[in-house]
């Protein structure tokens, strides 16, 4: 029959359980009040993006059941590293773990992957999980992201290793994920407000330096079609003036021509005095 060792296990269980559960709770909140939505979903030309990374997950059917991903003595060649992604999409998500490799250490590590950039979870570092397993639980605040797990076997020129992992994934409760709602709808709605201010505000300078832009490009092409009307007068007169000098050159050279060389109608008459005096004396 259970005794009284047995009630009290299970009371320091039971007390272990509430303290996990309110630490996740308090660390949950703590992120949520921090959370600030990325750049992509401040320029994402629709709303919804934002939307639903504040809402998490939907709550239709919603169970909050765990997910487990475990394999069993997945070989890590020699100078080579094995990454495993998890892709995790519910804020307050507590991620736990357990690794062992066979026979032999290896290198591993875990790191937080999103589009802000990448957290390290935990170092990496070589750990003698074949002598013993080594676990661990942690909490996932700022949603989405990729929790992967690295084992790392490229230092080892010699031996190739089986690694062993199990990762359990224990989304938050349904009354964790509607807080959670709440407080990341109150810090987006301030992000939202700030940029939104920084966006009048840079909105109005945008307005004012197009419309002066506006009214120099207008008294600009005013200029530009007084211009052209100047413009087709110049070049008018250019072509009348080319025509002109032209003109004259080519009298010039005719002129000139005259003075040095004559006349011809001269030269013909001066060939032709003296047969005509001739002719004028035979008949006296």
Known sequence: AAGPPDEEAAARDAARREAEAKAVAEATASADAAYVPSPSLLTSPSPLPLLRQVDGPTLEGYSGKESVYQAKSVPVPLRSRLDVPIHISAGGSVVEYTVKTLGYDIAFGITAEREEGVTIVTESSRVNCHLKPISGKFLVGSVPCAIVFSFDNEYSWFRE?????????????????????????????????????????????ASAQRSGLAAEIARMEKELAEKKKSFDVAEKEERWLRDRVALRKTQEEMLRKRLDDGWNDETDKAEQAPDGADEGKNES
């Open 161 to 205: 290793k089986q690694v062993t992992y199990k990762v359990t994934v224990t989304p938050p409760s349904r009354e964790n994920v509607i807080a959670g709602r709440r407080r990341r709808a109150k810090s987006a709605l301030k992000a939202v407000t700030e940029d939104r201010t920084g966006a009048d505000t840079r909105l109005s300078r």
